[in-house]
């Protein structure tokens, strides 16, 4: 073989040539174009080793071209949909995590009236009761499968993050991931099986399915998923409904209720504007004045009323079926605590109305789709249903505020520039492959790589929670399943009404030119690391 090497001309032949045994036999010549092409991978993977370790010596410091990338703003307004404030001349709220926003404590009051439920009335272990909330485990966008009893985040395009699927509080690995779907690849299509936890009230509920089902695995007894599911539903649903959340809340407003004056100078500006306002809200008109009446108690004046506020008020409206249904409004009569019985075919001033639909209200209130902006929290409640009626929508996102803080910080820039620049080389050394034939310097360095990516994205995901990283983010940086949701059904979104304020009224919100996925995320690329 060395002499027949020695004998070849003196020039150099392309890959293809090689490949084909140009201007020699293909026989002939196979044996050696499969020489060269290995000894050429061999020389691009020892490149790319060269280039990971050169990188890596830049790991150790934050680079100053970072601090040149800008920062986006934790209480800006970010637009799916164009937008002409102009043109809006009828604002609607949800109330409850939209124009109310309540502390922590209220998550441990949801889970622990609902456990209690379960106890007592569906006869689950008294042990159950020693529970407690976890605020570091659940995130907002997460999917529960009924069937097989896993907490799942799901990425924009449908499939399991490797690292945010649980059974109970076990976190399961990629290869159990793969032993109980046969893919982590679940498509959007597919998601009828999965109940999405997608309203600020689901971090209680989530938590509470995942301890029940840890409890059941941890007593060795056999469950059915979907029980789990259906009764933790059911009495995160009735402590609601029964009125014991709203009760506890009362009791000790201070405790749950964040004191907000910011929120009556927007309504009021909106009023003053010459602009329409109702609200519109699933919770009884009792719990509802006594949160406003709290969160508005050091800007009202002794003689004003939030009610003044409000062109139309609507509670126990039963979103969702209020877009969809055709039952009727009643009149709520505040002192008596009844509904009346007469038709409501207007809506007068400083009167509370109960149920009713959306048909009956655009014929009462005249007021026409596109001019009227609806703001909320709940993805299927609050944006969907008023985005299919031609409502513009504005989702209220509270935890977008912390989490774009903490996008915007150094420590987490540097985290993402090193995990693109780790992927780059990953991408450079996966085309190497030939025939998929891999050598132990292939092996070796795609082991060293990959370990380091895995570092990287712990990182990133820790800095958001623990157990299921950030809200619209998944572990490499990419959007999530929920950031897809907001993606389709919210025109814009933000952290809480009043940032409306910072903006003025008749302003043209647009669609970023260089738009991403999402508007409020930054693209922190791999070059920052590139040496001159």
């Known amino acids: 073989m060395s002499r027949l090497l020695s004998s070849l001309p003196r020039r150099t032949l392309s890959s293809t040539q090689l490949r084909s045994g140009v201007g020699h036999s293909s026989r002939a010549y196979g044996v050696i174009a499969q020489s060269v092409q290995a000894s050429d991978i061999q020389d691009d993977i020892a490149k790319i080793r ?121 976190k399961l690995s990629r290869k159990e991931i793969v032993e109980i779907y046969g893919t982590r690849h679940i498509g959007r ?80 500006m909106l009023k003053e504007k010459g602009k329409n306002l109702f609200l519109l809200t699933n919770s009884p008109y009792d719990f509802v004045d006594g949160g406003m009446r709290f969160m508005l108690e050091d800007s009202l004046g002794q003689r004003e009323s939030w009610r003044e506020l409000f062109d ?21 009569d505040v002192e008596k605590d009844t509904l009346a019985y007469s038709k409501v075919d207007a809506f007068l001033p400083n009167k509370i109305y109960y149920h009713g639909c959306l048909k009956s209200f655009l014929n ?87 370990d380091e990516r895995q570092k990287v994205r712990c990182t990133m995901k820790k800095m958001f929670n623990r157990s299921f990283g950030a809200t619209f983010l998944t572990d490499t940086g990419q959007e999530s399943a929920f950031a897809y949701n907001i993606h389709q059904y919210a025109d814009v979104y933000t952290s809480k009404p009043e940032n409306f304020l910072f903006y003025p009224s008749e302003a043209w919100l647009h669609v970023p030119f260089d738009i991403k996925i999402m508007p409020h995320h930054v693209k922190v690329p791999s070059s920052l690391f590139k040496t001159p």
């Open 50 to 170: 060269r280039d990971f370790l050169a990188v890596k010596e830049n790991f150790v410091r934050i680079p100053d071209a970072l601090k040149g990338i800008p920062k986006m703003n934790p209480l800006g307004i970010y637009v799916n949909k164009n937008l002409r404030l102009d043109n809006i001349q009828v604002y609607g709220f949800d109330y409850d995590y939209t124009l109310a926003h309540y502390s922590p404590n209220l998550q441990t009051l949801i889970y622990d009236l609902a456990k209690e439920y379960m106890v007592n009335e569906f006869k689950y272990p008294q042990s159950c009761l020693e529970f407690k909330y976890d605020p570091t485990f659940p995130i907002r966008g997460l999917y529960y499968d009924k069937l097989k009893g896993c907490l799942l985040k799901l990425d924009f395009f449908g499939s399991i993050e490797p690292d945010g699927c649980y059974f109970g509080r076990h």
């Open 189 to 268: 299509d597919q998601l009828w099986g999965l109940v999405g936890l997608m309203d600020f009230f689901c971090f209680s509920e989530a938590c509470l399915i995942a301890d029940m089902v840890q409890h059941f695995v941890d007593a060795k007894l056999d469950f059915d998923a979907s029980y789990i599911y259906e009764d933790v539903n059911y009495a995160i649903q009735h402590v609601h409904q029964s009125g014991l959340v709203h009760k506890g809340i009362l009791s000790d407003p201070d405790r749950y209720i964040v004191k907000n004056g910011q929120l009556l100078c927007f309504l009021k």
């Open 312 to 332: 139309v008020v609507i509670a126990k409206a039963n979103k969702p079926n209020f877009y969809t249904s055709e039952h009727p409004f009643r009149c709520y």
């Open 364 to 450: 009462i209130t005249k007021w026409k789709g596109p001019e009227v902006m609806y703001f909320g929290d709940h993805l299927f409640s609050d944006l969907k249903g008023p985005s299919k009626a031609g409502w513009r929508t504005a989702a209220i996102i509270q935890e977008l505020e912390s989490e774009i803080q903490i996008q915007n910080e150094d420590s987490y820039r540097f985290e993402q520039a090193k995990f693109h620049a780790i992927q780059e080389l990953l991408g450079k050394l996966h085309a190497t492959v030939s025939n998929g034939e891999r050598s132990e310097e292939y092996d070796s360095l795609y082991e060293l790589l990959n």
